[in-house]
């Protein structure tokens, strides 16, 4: 039973190196498939000519050089034998010499070309005898032909062909075509791709504060094309934040109204028991409507601007106040320096991870860390940790884990997505993780930028 032999796979080290030389970038991909094209076709034009030049040659040397050498032998057979010698000089050529006497060595011409070279320089010299026709190997495809003059002493013919030589100077005209292409190319593929680079920037730019750069309209058809509908996509999707904002904003202005007159509706039960219960569904309807009009207001944009701060007052001022409502915060380490951020919004996160970290733990730590042009601040508690599957579900609205952090412990739902947008407002990035020793970490990682010393 015969077996089929299936092709050996590529080994993964191999295509990796092979997708490691591939550039990743748009225009260094382009532009290496312009220049690589560019030097094949000329490459393929250089060994056109060479071709046409060797088939030139060929032609020339097998009209004519048959012609001179017969012509060559003849001369010499009508010249005393004692002043042939004197005449070797004059008649010999590149292409081929005359020796008085011995024999023709090598054997048969193998090559087409140097068979018929040989036919026809026998052909040319008739009608005097060849004795003998030989290729050696020095020079290469190099012919001995032995004649018998009519006096019945030998000369022999030492032939070969000659190639029709490239100047230097066309070598380096390529070269420097090739150069100029190359630059050419450079500079058309920039012209294409900066404008996506351009595009890509903004797109990147384009945060949750919906500031990002207008494009100038400018350059191609297709390029101001494409720049007008991005600046009119970053309009539209403003427009349409800021509707929603005012939309949210006045449903929490109409429900005051009615929140308010239950509330005094509540204090009226004569049963306790309900009263209770009805005034904590209102605070909790209160809370959650705040709280919806702020997470809408950050994923409107971050209106406050960067202001030199003092880190350090700002998180122990925080600590002070936890401790003045008889709730123990740790701080550990310090900024050491002031920096330029939002101190709003870097409070309201701050606020929101400790208050976030009270409620399922009792021990609350907020670990600093600076250095390198960036500022840590990390929010530790020895809480019941969140499944690791669940880490970046809880940054959405109102989504909690049901097993262990839920609506029964307090809470909208929304403190940590708030949390998320101000961090993505401000440049920060906001992550969670599970300790080793238990609990839940929130680190909110920032470049920061020296504040100048007055």
Known sequence: MSTSASPSPIPA?????????????????????????????????????????????RELMMTGIERDIASSVAILDRLPAAERPDWLERLERRNYRFVLGGMAEGGDPQSLLSRQFATAIAEAMR?????????????????????????????????RRVG??????????LAMQLLVLAVCAWFAVRLVTRPLADLAAAADHLGPDLQAQTLTEEGPTEVAHAARAFNAMQTRIGGYMAERVEILAAISHDLQTPITRMRLRTEMMDDAHDRTKFRQDLDEMNSLVREGVTYARTLHGATEPPLRMDAD????????????????????GRVGAPIVSRPNALR????????????FGSDVRLRVEAGHGQLAIAVIDNGPGIPPDE???????????????????????????????????????????????GGLEARLTMRTHTAPTS
């Open 164 to 173: 029709m030589p490239v100047s230097r100077w066309v070598m380096w005209l």
């Open 348 to 359: 309201r996160i701050v606020m929101n991870l400790v208050d976030n970290a009270l409620i």
């Open 13 to 57: 080290s191999t295509a990796g190196g092979l997708r490691r030389l591939v550039p990743r970038s748009l225009f260094a991909r382009v532009t290496l498939i312009i220049v690589v094209g560019l030097a094949i076709a000329q490459l393929l034009t250089f060994a056109a000519i060479r071709y046409e030049r060797d088939m030139a040659m």
């Open 127 to 159: 009608p005097f005898q060849i004795v003998k026709v030989g290729q050696v190997e020095k020079p290469a495809e190099g012919l001995q032909i032995q004649v018998r003059l009519t006096d019945g002493s030998s000369v022999v013919v030492h032939a």
């Open 391 to 437: 880490l970046d579900a809880v940054l959405k609205p109102f989504y909690r884990v049901e097993s262990s952090r839920n609506r029964s412990t307090g809470g909208t739902g929304l403190g940590l997505a708030i949390a998320h947008q101000l961090a993505m407002a401000m440049g920060a990035e906001l992550k969670l993780q599970n300790c080793p020793e």
């Open 313 to 332: 007052a700002l998180l122990e001022s925080m600590v002070a106040d936890y401790e003045d409502a008889g709730k123990i915060v740790r701080l550990e």
